[in-house]
């Protein structure tokens, strides 16, 4: 393992230098058909075009898998980890909020969703965006929020609650909230 120096590791974990090295394979290369790196380098033996290109897998690679940010995390795994998801990650069924057995909105789903960064904008999902997924109709979300959040938004009910809300998703839905790769060895 490498552990990088003050500098670098600013550089690297930059947001800008993270964001290059992560739409590395969408860079389109070749002399005659411009195609994504991804498709490319598995055709071709090492044109002048993607000679580059490859050897910057290669330091994507290292960096990603080797360097350690701190004893025992790799950048690539705090990368996987700062990522923001959907929440299709979450609930890919698109089902999940209501109970089975009463059809009401379940409240913990929401708590959930509402202490949750979203991947456009990296705060917490909307109402509209949770309703709108899940595909519940204006007249019942104004039900909802009226019966379980009398005095208009209680952004501190809902982080109050919000630990309580992590630890029912995990059991309810057995995922883990990130993926993360372990190193075996």
């Given at each position: 393992m490498q552990v990088l120096?003050?500098?670098l590791e600013e550089i690297v974990t930059s947001p800008q230098f993270i964001n290059m090295l992560l739409n590395l394979d969408n860079i389109e290369v070749g002399i005659v058909d411009r195609e994504p790196f991804v498709k490319h380098r598995k055709r071709c033996s090492g044109c002048s075009?993607?000679?580059l290109y490859r050897r910057i897998l290669k330091v994507k690679e290292m960096i990603f898998d080797e360097t350690e940010l701190v004893e025992g995390i790799t950048l690539g795994q705090a990368v996987?980890?700062?990522k923001c998801r959907g929440i299709d990650y979450y609930f890919p069924n698109?089902?999940?909020?209501?109970?089975?057995e009463t059809g009401e909105i379940d409240l913990k789903v929401y708590v959930f969703l509402k202490?949750?960064?979203?991947?456009?904008?990296?705060?917490?999902?909307?109402?509209?965006?949770i309703f709108d997924y899940f595909k519940i109709n204006q007249s019942e979300a104004q039900k909802f929020k009226?019966?379980?959040?009398?005095n208009g938004k209680n952004t501190d009910d809902i982080n109050m609650s919000g630990l309580e809300s992590i630890e029912y998703y995990k059991k309810k839905f057995n995922r883990p909230?990130?993926?993360?790769?372990?190193?075996v060895g």
């Amino acid at each position: 393992m490498q552990v990088l120096s003050r500098d670098l590791e600013e550089i690297v974990t930059s947001p800008q230098f993270i964001n290059m090295l992560l739409n590395l394979d969408n860079i389109e290369v070749g002399i005659v058909d411009r195609e994504p790196f991804v498709k490319h380098r598995k055709r071709c033996s090492g044109c002048s075009d993607c000679l580059l290109y490859r050897r910057i897998l290669k330091v994507k690679e290292m960096i990603f898998d080797e360097t350690e940010l701190v004893e025992g995390i790799t950048l690539g795994q705090a990368v996987e980890m700062r990522k923001c998801r959907g929440i299709d990650y979450y609930f890919p069924n698109g089902d999940e909020i209501r109970d089975p057995e009463t059809g009401e909105i379940d409240l913990k789903v929401y708590v959930f969703l509402k202490n949750q960064d979203g991947p456009t904008n990296g705060h917490p999902f909307t109402d509209q965006e949770i309703f709108d997924y899940f595909k519940i109709n204006q007249s019942e979300a104004q039900k909802f929020k009226a019966r379980y959040f009398p005095n208009g938004k209680n952004t501190d009910d809902i982080n109050m609650s919000g630990l309580e809300s992590i630890e029912y998703y995990k059991k309810k839905f057995n995922r883990p909230l990130t993926r993360v790769k372990k190193r075996v060895g």
